[in-house]
């Protein structure tokens, strides 16, 4: 294969990629006005349906516009041989293969993030608080940027500085060295993420004394779930949409509410949503989440050491000098339709697991405050009750609502 074959391969599956995304938003966007299901009439009352309608709508449009920008970009930065002058840049900088390729993904990420930083401003500002979800002030917006960078260089930078060490003295065997390297962290970042990087952004407080932490810790005991970290973050701080999660493992594994969604639900809706999250942790979904993470990266270095020192790889973006950096470009996108597939089947494991949580939480607690606190969820976040089955398949993480309804009622 020559240089110019492997780059308009690369433009190819860029716009398949393009084309099917839209294919998709399009048929998803054709079932915003379907009916209501009967089971879910009473999430909106019309008002409020109408609102979330507009809302879908707008973010819809607003997805084309930033997408089609996003393509025009990167198909200009291949076709003006934006990879290789950004390389003559870095190389000019310095000669020490470590410090060119930090400073190629640093200009690329900085410029990259400053081109779409229009977007994420309207799409904080504009849209998110026309229809009353932003709470995110203009000094946090800056102050969250500024902090992203700074996690992006030093952990992101570090890891990169690392894995190309690996691959100057171990060659083809880097893969090893770095699978151990990215496992370690993934573990690391999963046990101690609440602990380390959260606060960086929110501040968490435990979960006052009172009757909602009596019930929480009540049923805590009678599932045998040793909980000791029971806390509440200021989600509020930036947004009117409500969550709650569950983290880390072992001594280290907490529960943590939005203060919006103590706000919104009863307290035996908030219950039953702390149900769902011990599930996931007693039917061990967090343990094969992670070991899913990590045979998956693993398999990915693998193929990436295959490929990376091929200098055809560097040659298709336009740069002569093979390079680790460049390399990785390249793969990068010829691996994403292999990605894509990995995300389909992560996707479909997590709606099961979900299904599983919400039967333990069923069993163990009650199923109708769980089914009216979803639904107060989806309302306070316009949520799409019509999703299209095919963008379901593709991008939900979750099932919709119709189809955990039905599950916890028996139905399915």
Known sequence: MSPDTLFYLIIIIILLDFIVE???DALNARHFDDPVPAELQDVYD????????????????????TSAFSLVLILAFLFFDGFARVDAIARSISDHA???????????????????????????????????????????????????????????GGILALIIWFYQFAGDNFWWYAWILVTVFTVFVNMFYAKLIVPLFNKQTPLPEGSLREKIENYANKVGFKLDNIFVIDGSKRSTKANAYFSGFGKEKRITLYDTLVTELEEEEIVSVLAHEVG????????VNLFAAIITTGITLWLLSLFVGNPLFSKALGVNDPSFHIGLITFGILYSPVSEITGLLMNYLSRKFEYQADNFARNTYKAEPLISGLKKLSRTSLSNLTPHKAYVFVHYSHPPLIKRYKNLRGAE
Do not use: C
């Open 22 to 24: 839209k294919i998709l």
């Open 46 to 65: 019309e008002q409020e349906y109408q609102r979330s309608q507009r809302y879908k709508k707008e973010r819809y449009k607003f997805g084309l516009v």
């Open 98 to 156: 470590i410090l060119v390729a930090l400073i190629f993904f640093g200009i690329i990420i900085f410029a990259s993030d400053l081109l779409t930083l229009p977007f994420s401003w309207y799409s904080t500002f504009v849209i998110e608080e026309k229809y009353g979800f932003n709470k995110t002030t203009k000094a946090t917006f800056v102050k969250d940027k500024l902090k992203g960078w700074a996690l992006m260089a030093i952990v992101g």
């Open 280 to 287: 996931h942790y007693k039917k061990k979904h967090v343990v």
